[in-house]
């Protein structure tokens, strides 16, 4: 009895190590583990951030160049500040983007940087001064259903009256 156990547990042992392996390799080659120090630090200005996280990528064309390292409120303009790290052998122009997207309807946030046609590069610690603010679906939601609440109580109110009028001008003699 007391050799069986120690087999369960050494079994045991084997298949946690195993996975604590795989954890490690798929945290290491998913391009989700943690920041490396190395890149060039930007900062960005935004009026709003909603659902970006410290850690979510910074991307060109689709393709992952960095990640947000920082995010704090500038107590002057009450805006979001975002601190990126970008590979540092990307030569990005003075006048660059960028934007805070969503990768789909019900998915993450990250930021995309659009390259500008400068003769001026951005250098370490340099700032981004276009930006575009995160989209909230919330109030686009919102619009939508109150312009088609106001659209089709317009046209009914006006439609009723309108077509009472061409009914009794359809029979009247010309």
Avoid: C, W
Wanted: aromatic share 4%.
């Amino acid at each position: 009895m007391k050799g069986r156990s120690l087999v369960e547990v050494a079994a045991g042992a084997i298949v946690l190590a195993v996975a604590a392996i795989f954890l490690g390799y798929a945290v290491l080659h998913s391009g989700r583990g943690p920041v490396m120090g190395e890149g060039m630090q930007l900062t960005a200005r935004f009026d709003r951030i909603d659902g970006l996280a410290n850690g979510a990528d910074v991307r060109i064309a689709g393709v992952k160049v960095g990640a947000v390292t920082a995010s704090r409120i500038d107590p002057e303009t009450f805006g979001a500040e975002l601190t990126l790290r970008v590979d540092r052998s990307l030569k990005l122009p003075s006048d660059t983007s960028a934007e805070v997207t969503s990768e789909g309807l019900l998915g993450g946030k990250y930021v995309s940087l659009v390259p500008g046609g400068s003769e001026r590069l951005l250098a370490d610690g340099g700032r981004i001064t276009e930006t575009q603010g995160s989209v909230s679906l919330e109030s686009l939601l919102g619009r939508f259903i109150f312009s088609v609440t106001q659209m089709n109580a317009g046209p009914q109110g006006q439609g009723g009256e309108q077509g009472a009028g061409s009914a009794q001008g359809a029979g009247a003699p010309r």
